[in-house]
T-cell receptor
Framework: AQRVTQPEKLLSVFKGAPVELKCNYSYSGSPELFWYVQYSRQRLQLLLR??SRESIKGFTADLNKGETSFHLKKPFAQEEDSAMYYCALSRSGNTGKLIFGQGTTLQVKP | KAGVTQTPRYLIKTRGQQVTLSCSPISGHRSVSWYQQTPGQGLQFLFE???????NKGNFPGRFSGRQFSNSRSEMNVSTLELGDSALYLCASSLAGAPSTDTQYFGPGTRLTVL
């Protein structure tokens, strides 16, 4: 069965510090991986997907198939990055279904 | 353009009752997915509809059902409510439901409380 694990419930860093939100997955095939973010009082929204290999709001994530990981990184955290972050996985061809991790709350302190 | 809307935003029901939740997708989106969010289980996929057909289904009992109308609006129904059904129910719409190319846009959710 497919599973997504985010080992940290809460990650607290100071402004300007590097951030790494961890995500590990279990899936024997070729996964499609995503990071979703939910800011306070806002809806869940897509931050980035691995297939795009893009940087959004300074965040990047690299798919490491050997370690089955998709960690989210940002070199310098900003206070506005404080939010709940969810890692999600989809199987190729598995329409409309995302498997989410439990989420990590990122708290950026001034 | 208008985002995904869900009605009602809050619901209180008692055990044994049934409930219907509604989701209006973004104009032009034909895929609607439903998720249940609870503190214990997190976000779990319920089902996905595309062009009025259920295309994908999660691991939930038959008490959970849904449908989609020709205008892509979707409803989900939960019959014989149990205390454990208390949750935030989210719907998400996308153009065609293909995660690698489509983005799922989430609604604000319906908070269901079962007493």
């Amino acid at each position: 069965a497919q599973r997504v694990t985010q080992p940290e419930k809460l990650l607290s860093v100071f402004k300007g510090a590097p951030v790494e939100l961890k995500c590990n997955y279990s899936y024997s095939g070729s996964p499609e991986l995503f990071w979703y973010v939910q800011y306070s009082r806002q809806r869940l929204q897509l931050l980035l997907r691995h297939i795009s290999r893009e940087s959004i709001k300074g965040f990047t994530a690299d798919l490491n198939k050997g370690e089955t990981s998709f960690h989210l990184k940002k070199p310098f955290a900003q206070e506005e990055d404080s939010a709940m972050y969810y890692c999600a996985l989809s199987r190729s061809g598995n329409t409309g279904k995302l498997i989410f991790g439990q989420g990590t709350t990122l708290q950026v302190k001034p | 353009k208008a985002g995904v809307t869900q009605t009602p935003r809050y619901l209180i029901k008692t055990r044994g009752q049934q409930v219907t939740l509604s989701c209006s997708p973004i104009s032009g989106h034909r895929s609607v997915s439903w998720y249940q969010q609870t503190p214990g289980q997190g976000l779990q996929f319920l089902f996905e509809y595309f062009s009025e057909t259920q295309r994908n289904k999660g691991n939930f009992p038959g008490r959970f059902s849904g449908r989609q109308f020709s205008n892509s609006r979707s409803e989900m129904n939960v019959s014989t409510l149990e205390l454990g059904d208390s949750a935030l129910y989210l719907c998400a719409s996308s153009l065609a439901g293909a995660p690698s190319t489509d983005t799922q846009y989430f609604g604000p959710g319906t908070r269901l409380t079962v007493l």
